[in-house]
């Protein structure tokens, strides 16, 4: 499974011939979008769901199987939906837009002891550093992504990265993929900062 990062809360997951796509870039974050064909996008937050994307579009709890990926949806709060996605014997789980400082029990009950998260790691609009740290703590993950965190270009503001990994008591140096095996995964809790693409 190889994971790149375009900026704010976009993904690119590549597991074999599956390509999927989480949060596409809104044209209004300075950022430039992906430009590849997903078989699957999945959106955690209904009000950015504009359906321009040619690929299979989740969007909101439920259960989906596509190519073999099995995604579950949950809410979070009003139009915010968390995923767990298996692939390759991994599970993933995308926390996305929350901005809660406590998910709702079925959504903790379902992402915990997730083997990868990927969680907003530069403070307001979304969850503070501090709660995403609690957060981390509660699901129990072997890896951890940031997301939504300041970099060039970004027209909104947000916190450095650094005040993530000064939380989380932790130190990651930028890297420009996470290609990643369930063979490989990190006996102890591992922060992944990714450049963007």
Known sequence: MVITWYGEGCFKIQSSDTSILVDPLESSSGLMPPRFKADLTLVTQSSFANGDFPSMDIVGPGEYEVK????SGVMLEADKTAYILKAEDMRLGFLGHV???ALPPVAAEKIAGVDILFIPGGGS?????????KLIKQIDPRIVVASFFKIPGLKR??????????EMDQKAEPQDRLTIKKKDLPVKRQVVVLKRV
Do not use: C, G, R, W
């Open 68 to 71: 073999n990926i099995e995604v």
């Open 125 to 133: 609009p979304y969850i503070d550093q501090e709660t995403a740290a």
């Open 99 to 101: 901005a809660n400082k």
């Open 157 to 166: 503001k947000s916190n450095e990265v650094k005040d993530f990994l000064n």
